[in-house]
Structures are given as structure tokens and as C-alpha cells.
């Protein structure tokens, strides 16, 4: 109310006198609060005011994509990472796609096509247990093992595992795959989706892993973790530690000698397995041995439910619906019998 004051003062008689504060921002809250004025005053009081938003503006409105009102999609980065050059044809372009959730990480192989994005290839943060790592699914270090498990997953199902071996052993140097004779390496761009691309981001962490599995992958080393802006160089220390989860180890030292009560909770699922901050690097290098002795997806070991659950009621076929018309018939009638020979 307070931007169009002046066009308060134009009413005639004034507005203030007709109605109650309150009734006027009620019904600017309904209508708006130039056509809330409007309303109240009569038009012919008021002074000429443009509207700016007429009816053809509704019109012509175009509504965005549902993704974009949603704020889960950034429709300028995934136009450029999808636009396929025109003298390839139909030849699918991939996206190497990782994701982050509160106890998962998502790494998966895309390529877009009219009907909708088609995944080649998926892996887990949840599988990780397969390969011995139980713990600490969503840190930098189970972000490498997620990365270099898709990796190896999806070379071995285009039959180029053998071809491609990546980076054996992680030392936290940067890591590019050389083609061979035969065939070029398998080539992605990284999609990070609405993520902040800051130095030492778990996403890189991710991407690393898929460098080290054998993917080719355009990127620059200036966002691993161990960068360092002054120098502008990686160091390969401090990227093999976090590969190794050396964060996580120093942090467990850390609380244990400053608070030993928080060390028991907080670390009270390592403690059970076993996990201290001087072993944690031989579990890492195990895990990832494991990885690329076999890649292939796991089928779940949950048994099967003996009898599945209904939330709601199992639809009835004609036949049983007569059948229990008929019952319901046949006891509303002996139960007025009973009443009729109750009164006799």
C-alpha cells in the first residue's frame, strides 16, 4: 500500500473514512494491491494508470520447463553438454552424471535422445559394501571407489576392460588415458549438475576415480583436492590422502584425543567393524583391488517377502461381489425374522 499512497489520497470521498484499515489489506492481498484501490475508489476517481501487465502479456506468457520451476535442472549447462555436432549424426554423446544424496552417491553414463536421457551405465555408493567398504559412503574417498567402480563397470560391458586398465595404483597425480592402436577410449563430460565446482568438491572425487578406471574425460586438475592457488600446482600428497580417506583418519585422531566421549559416538559404526585411523588406507586399497576384479552389478541377497503386504483393500471380480451382495441379503433377513419372532 505504501507505493500507491498517492493514489490513495485521490479518492473521493477518502478512502480511509469508507472502509477499515484491515478490509484494505485483505483485499490488496486478494486482488492486488493497485486493483484493490481501483475497486474501492471506482476507476472514475482515480488519475490514468498504466497497466503494465494487460491482458495480452498473459497471452503471450510462455511458461518454463517444468525442471526449471522445479530448480532441478540447469537447462544452459545441459544444452552444451548434450549438442551433438550435426556431421556425427546419431552418434549418442555421454555424460559421465554424478549426484549426491544424504547416504548415497549416483554415478551413472547418459546420453540424451528425443524421447528421453538413456543410461548406459549406473553404479552405487550402496553397492560399496559388496566390495568391503561399509562405512563412510558418502565422503571423498567413497566417491573415488563409486567413480573408478563405474569405470570399470562400464568398460567391461563394451568389452574394453582388458584394453584399458587406467591407473592401477591412485598416487594423487593427475591421470589422463592414452589411446591405444586398436580402439579410442570411451569419452564423457562430467556433469555436476546445480553443485558449487569448488576445489576438492567430492564430485571431483568421483571424477578422479572415473580417470583412474580408464575413462576419458576432458578436465583440468585445479578443482582436486590438494590444488593450491598460490603455487598453482597439485599436490599429490595431500589428493592421495583424501583418496585414501587420510581426512578421515586425521579428524578420528584428532577426537580422540580431544573428546574421546564424541569419538565413541561418532565413529561407533568404524569401532564395531574394527576400523581405526591406522588401517583405514588398507581397507581403501582393498576396496578398490576388489573393484577391478570384478565390476559386474551384484544382485541383492535380501530374500524374497513370503507374502507380499496390501496397503488396501484386493479388488473383488463380479462373482464375488454378487456372492457378497447375497450374503449380506440373506443375513439382513434372518436378522428381521429374529426381531419379528421376538415380538410375537
Known amino acids: 500500500m505504501h507505493a500507491h499512497r498517492s493514489l490513495v489520497n485521490q479518492c473521493q470521498p477518502p478512502l480511509l473514512t469508507l472502509f477499515s484499515p484491515a478490509a484494505i489489506v485483505d483485499l490488496s492481498k486478494q486482488r ?5 484501490i481501483v475497486y474501492l475508489c471506482g476507476r472514475d476517481s482515480l488519475a490514468f494508470v498504466k497497466s503494465h501487465k494487460s491482458k495480452a502479456y498473459f497471452k503471450r506468457f510462455q511458461v518454463k520447463y517444468k525442471r ?3 530448480g532441478k535442472t540447469d537447462y544452459r549447462a545441459r544444452i552444451r553438454l548434450i549438442n551433438q555436432d550435426k556431421n556425427k549424426y546419431n552418434t549418442p554423446k555421454y555424460r559421465f552424471v554424478v549426484r549426491f ?3 548415497d552417491i549416483v554415478a551413472q553414463i547418459v546420453s540424451a535422445s528425443i524421447a528421453g536421457d538413456l543410461v548406459l551405465a549406473s553404479a552405487y555408493a550402496h553397492e560399496l559394501p559388496h566390495y568391503g ?3 563412510g559412503l558418502t565422503n571423498y574417498a567413497a566417491a573415488y571407489c563409486t567413480g573408478l567402480l563405474l569405470a570399470r563397470r562400464v568398460l567391461k560391458t563394451l568389452e574394453m576392460d582388458a584394453e584399458y586398465e587406467g591407473n592401477v595404483e591412485a598416487t594423487g597425480e593427475d591421470y589422463s588415458v592414452e589411446p591405444t592402436e586398436s580402439r579410442r577410449p570411451f569419452r564423457a563430460l562430467l556433469d555436476v549438475g546445480l553443485i558449487r565446482t569448488t576445489t576438492g568438491n567430492r564430485v571431483f572425487g568421483a571424477l578422479k576415480g572415473a580417470l583412474d578406471g580408464g575413462l576419458d574425460i576432458p578436465h583440468s586438475e585445479k578443482r582436486f583436492a590438494g590444488f593450491s592457488k598460490d603455487s598453482k600446482q597439485l599436490d599429490a600428497e595431500v589428493h592421495h590422502k583424501y583418496i585414501y580417506g587420510g581426512h578421515v583418519a586425521a579428524y578420528m585422531r584428532t577426537l580422540m584425543e580431544d ?7 561418532h ?5 564395531k567393524k574394527g576400523i581405526e585411523a591406522d588401517n583405514i588406507e588398507e581397507v581403501y586399497k582393498k576396496v578398490h583391488a576388489a573393484i577391478r576384479a570384478d565390476p559386474t ?7 524374497q517377502p513370503s507374502e507380499h503386504k496390501r496397503w488396501n483393500l484386493k479388488k473383488l471380480t463380479y462373482e464375488e461381489r454378487k456372492n457378497k451382495l447375497i450374503e449380506r441379503l440373506n443375513a439382513f433377513n434372518s436378522a428381521a425374522h429374529a426381531d419379528d419372532d421376538d415380538d410375537e
Open 297 to 303: 552389478m551384484k544382485k541383492s541377497s535380501k530374500p
Open 259 to 265: 573428546e574421546p566421549e564424541k569419538y565413541q559416538t
Open 133 to 135: 567398504l561399509d562405512f
Open 32 to 36: 492486488g494491491t493497485l486493483a484493490a
Open 68 to 70: 526449471r520451476r522445479e
Open 267 to 271: 565413529f561407533s559404526e568404524y569401532l
Open 101 to 103: 544424496t544424504n547416504k
